[in-house]
């Protein structure tokens, strides 16, 4: 099955993302932990996965982008590795994307004000 990962939101204060999971927009769920910090949505009544929040996403994508292992073994325990290994993939394809931009535009005080534009909060 192919997992479809989209950024919902990100809150810098509790330094938690979410993401929706094969859905176009959030629905109610029950959120399972499977390690790292990661937590699966699965929607109430059918327990299809919806969503993830990745609590202390900071420490998350450094992780990654080191290239240190996430371990699976929580995953595994609810049959959830695939959606733990496609937010992994996700966010590695969110690194090089990241790099490529931070190439383009040449300077890292540049970069940050694009960054800030791209993603602020029209609230």
């Known amino acids: 099955m192919k997992i479809e990962i989209r950024s919902l939101g990100y809150d810098p204060e509790s330094d938690n993302l979410d993401l929706l999971i094969n859905s176009d ?28 929040i990745i609590d202390g996403y900071r420490d998350f994508a450094a992780r990654v982008r080191r290239g240190e292992p996430i371990p699976t ?21 969110v690194d090089a994307l ?7 535009l040449g300077d890292l005080a540049r970069q940050q004000e694009l960054l800030e534009a791209l993603i602020k909060d029209p609230a």
């Open 25 to 52: 927009r959030p629905v109610p769920a029950y959120a399972v932990h499977v390690g790292a910090g990661v937590y699966i949505r699965r929607e109430f009544d059918s327990h299809r996965v919806v969503g993830a």
């Open 73 to 93: 073994d929580l995953a595994a325990q609810e049959g959830l590795v695939e959606e733990l290994e496609a937010i992994v993939a996700w966010q590695r394809e």
């Open 98 to 104: 990241s790099r490529d931009l931070a190439t383009h």
